[in-house]
């Protein structure tokens, strides 16, 4: 047995996780435990990811750890009624806040004044209000941990010490509010996350015999028949065996308009069947789909921190000690206790702690909804910062599946001659240029005659008997090294066609040039257009890396405004060619597909990975996924990492400026206790107001 063999791993979702301290503290307090082995929070779905030995530590007991810090794990029935159950938290929050507002006004109304010879409102006030702000402090104390709780809770009772019920009360008011609204901003943040997970279909309607009957998702099987009617969620991943449907693929793609999906064709959970009844072989259920993928790929990413999150981390881990130490200063020159519970209460650590996570978390999500995976808050940052556009061609600029654009007779043969030669020489063919011949030839109806004496010429072509006639097709160096002359017009022609960037294959009968056929990779649209956006974007340079002949890649670079070419490149040389460039201080995005992008893709500051078509291996490399095959979302992600970079700067900047400046008039009494508990309330709603614009 080896140490890893009883390893058990618990999922837990985790109600009240709101900011960076929050999964700190559980993560904290949970690894002081024996038999812990590993611990991963996802602040943006609300998560926690346990590994632990069973026999050592026990399920409940992990639990209940989570629990007794103050937060709620919700149990299965919870989490299917997570939304009701969040609004009715949110509900009693406000009732709360609404009810110590009332005693508040009550007390100022002097209405207990002749009775009772004390503010028994305020008191009443101040013990509502402060009660949950007290608890958490209790738990964090007891963990060793100065929390923003321990301050408030701190300018509670030090204001009731002192006489001063109603600023107490008015300052646990004011800290309940500043509370919800921190627990409201995170929700919203997370919204897009949500609407990810809860698009998820719950059920599938499987065909067993004559019968179709309604299961649980986590029941379906691989090789199940799945029944999906107009309207209706596809709950699986899995091939179509029998209908034509309409389907809806904005939740996989971000792609507004249908696609029309027949026998044969792929399908993804999550999607929508618009139109049409489809049967569908079950390839991919449960966390194997596609789907499961993405939401995996989203809720991880937040555990990669951007790097400008070392300011705040930074920030807190000081923050603490320097305000306890103000607020003492404060009282010990001053000699107003006043002063020094006004400098606590202003402090406002959440501002700075929430100001990244917030904006990132927003961003993703949005992100997501639009097909555009992002793995993480540093590659938002590096999306921020890149200059430089490297990218590849087939399969990344072009769609890397050849099509026939050209067909021209010569020897007084015209064109389905040509074409019907051409593809009875290439139907045995596995070369994508045979594929790209054959289509063609279908798709003008002509007959595809039967080779004979069939021999295949590396590199070169393909000989054979067809008809009679000894025929060969291929490049020039195959006719040529068969001692057929290449008549000066065709040759003309063919130079041509290849400046445009289009691969010539040369027919030949009898030692005679017959025809020529040209097949070219199409350039993918929007590439042209997206590029045109990077550079208005600033992107310093645009160079096209590729394993492809330098007149096919010059052409195809020269109709996308690419200048910069390097041609019949090895894996390991679009990696050196990286590393130089980030040598001389670019900082790069790279766009590719292919396994032999991989290298590159994870060398670069940002590696985009064309997903749709993309290899595991290029998806796994990259730092950016795109559902579909689209350039103009290329500029997109640009745009949302400078957005976001943007709005967390700013966020950043309210925090600690807020802080200096509310410290500052609240030690020198400028700022009194209760106006100190107002301010307070102010950066969480500027910072609230700032994140929300990455949401729209």
């Known amino acids: 047995m080896t140490k890893y063999d009883n390893i058990k791993k618990l999922n837990l979702k985790v109600k009240g996780i709101d900011c960076a301290t929050c999964a700190e503290k559980i993560q904290k307090a949970l690894m002081l435990n024996n038999g812990i082995k590993g611990i991963k929070v996802y602040l943006g779905a609300e998560k926690v990811d346990i590994q632990f030995d069973p026999s050592i530590i026990k399920e409940q007991s992990i639990i209940d750890a989570i629990n007794n810090l103050g937060y709620k794990v919700l149990s299965k029935n919870e989490e299917a009624s997570k939304r009701l159950f969040f609004k009715g938290e949110w509900t009693f929050d406000l009732i709360r806040i609404g009810f110590v507002f009332l005693l508040i006004v009550l007390s100022l109304t002097g209405i207990t004044k002749r009775l009772l010879p004390i503010d028994i409102l305020s008191i009443i006030a101040s013990v509502v209000g402060g009660y949950p702000l007290i608890k958490h402090a209790y738990i964090d104390l007891r963990q060793k941990a100065i929390t923003v709780n321990v301050f408030m809770s701190l300018g509670v009772v030090a204001a009731t010490a002192i006489g001063e019920f109603r600023s107490a009360a008015i300052i646990a008011f004011f800290m309940l509010i500043s509370e919800f609204i921190d627990s409201f901003t995170m929700e919203k943040s997370r919204k897009a996350i949500k609407d990810l997970i809860d698009m998820a279909p719950k059920t599938a309607r499987v065909k067993r015999g004559d019968k179709e009957i309604e299961i649980p998702i986590e029941e379906v099987k691989k090789g199940d028949i799945v029944v999906v009617k107009p309207g209706e969620k596809i709950p699986v991943e899995g091939i179509i065996i029998s209908g034509r449907g309409s389907i809806n693929q904005s939740p996989i793609t971000g792609e507004s308009i249908p696609v029309e999906k027949k026998e044969g064709d792929l399908v993804y959970a999550a999607t929508i069947n618009q139109l049409g009844v489809l049967f569908i072989k079950v390839t991919h259920t449960g966390q194997d789909t596609t789907y499961a993928r993405i939401i995996k790929l989203v809720e991880e990413a937040e555990t990669s921190k951007a790097p400008v999150q070392r300011i705040a981390d930074k920030f807190a881990a000081y923050f603490t000690p320097a305000i306890l130490a103000i607020a003492i200063i404060t009282f010990l020159i001053t000699w107003k206790i006043t002063n020094a519970i006004a400098v606590i209460v202003v402090a406002c650590p959440c501002t700075v702690a929430i100001a990244t996570p917030l904006a990132v978390i927003a961003s993703m999500g949005k992100a997501a909804k639009k097909g555009i995976i992002i793995k993480g808050g540093r590659y938002l940052e590096a999306l921020a910062k890149v200059d430089t556009l490297v990218v590849d061609k087939t399969g990344t600029v072009t769609i890397g599946d050849p099509v026939v654009t050209d067909i021209k007779g010569f020897a007084e043969h015209d064109d389905k001659e040509i074409i019907s030669c051409a593809a009875g020489m290439e139907r045995y063919s596995e070369h994508p240029l045979a594929k790209a011949i054959m289509k063609k030839a279908m798709e003008m109806g002509v007959t595809i005659p039967e080779p004979e004496g069939y021999r295949v010429v590396p590199g070169m072509g393909i000989e054979a008997i067809l008809n009679g006639k000894r025929i060969l097709i291929g490049s020039r160096e195959m006719l040529k090294s068969s001692d057929i002359t290449i008549p000066a017009e065709i040759e003309r022609y063919i130079n041509q066609k290849e400046e445009e960037g289009k691969t010539a294959l040369l027919l030949s009968h009898d030692n005679i040039v017959c025809g020529v056929i040209c097949v070219a990779d199409i350039i993918r649209e929007g590439s042209v257009e997206a590029i045109d956006s990077l550079k208005s974007l600033g992107f310093k340079d645009i160079i096209m890396l590729t394993g492809d002949n330098p007149l096919t890649a010059k052409a195809i670079a020269t109709s996308l405004g690419i200048e910069n070419v390097r041609a019949q490149l090895l894996p390991e040389e679009k990696l050196n060619a990286i590393k130089e460039l980030e040598l001389r201080g670019r900082k790069i995005l790279m ?90 309330v102010m950066p969480d709603v500027l910072v609230f107001l700032n994140s929300s614009r990455l949401l729209k």
């Open 591 to 680: 766009v590719g597909d292919g396994i032999n992008d991989a290298p590159a893709l994870a060398q670069s500051h940002v590696g985009i990975a064309m997903g749709a078509g993309g290899s595991d291996a290029a998806i796994e490399a990259s730092d950016v996924v795109l559902m579909r095959d689209d350039w103009r979302q290329i500029p997109e992600a640009v745009m949302i990492g400078r957005k976001t970079f943007r709005v967390i700067k700013q966020n950043l900047a309210i925090g600690i400026i807020f802080n200096l400046v509310g410290v500052s008039l609240a030690s020198v009494g400028i700022l009194s206790p209760v106006a100190a508990a107002v301010a307070h």
